[in-house]
Nanobody, 115 residues
Framework: QVHVVESGGGLVQSGGSLRLSCAAS????????INWYRQPPGKQRELVAP???????NAADSVKGRFTISRDNAKNMVYLEMNSLKPEDTAVYYC?????????WGQGTQVTVSS
């Protein structure tokens, strides 16, 4: 089993920055990919950025050039650095890990960007 816990959300003004953290524990060596998702108010959950075991990353078009996903293997942490935040980035942000074909979600962290 895998457990992931997010932290780092909060209220920030438009144009500001935040760094979200995802702490992974459990059978972490079997994790194939960790993703950041977000769910804006009244909308469906969407993929923001994945980071794969080999280190490859990607990002949704809406956040490319502003958000960066990274990891610290020694600390079992994955980060989402968010810059130039916009009000439309307001959402609950979730960390999700895929382990042996199963998905594991964190509880989410709220990010609110004021205009």
């Amino acid at each position: 089993q895998v457990h992931v816990v997010e932290s780092g959300g909060g209220l920030v003004q438009s144009g500001g920055s935040l760094r979200l953290s995802c702490a992974a524990s459990g059978s972490i060596f079997g994790i194939t990919v960790i993703n950041w998702y977000r769910q804006p108010p009244g909308k469906q959950r969407e993929l923001v950025a994945p980071i794969f075991t080999g280190g490859n990353t990607n990002a949704a078009d809406s956040v490319k050039g502003r958000f960066t996903i990274s990891r610290d293997n020694a600390k079992n942490m994955v980060y989402l650095e968010m810059n130039s935040l916009k009000p439309e980035d307001t959402a609950v942000y979730y960390c999700h890990a895929t382990y042996r074909g199963n998905g594991y979600w964190g509880q989410g962290t709220q990010v609110t960007v004021s205009s």
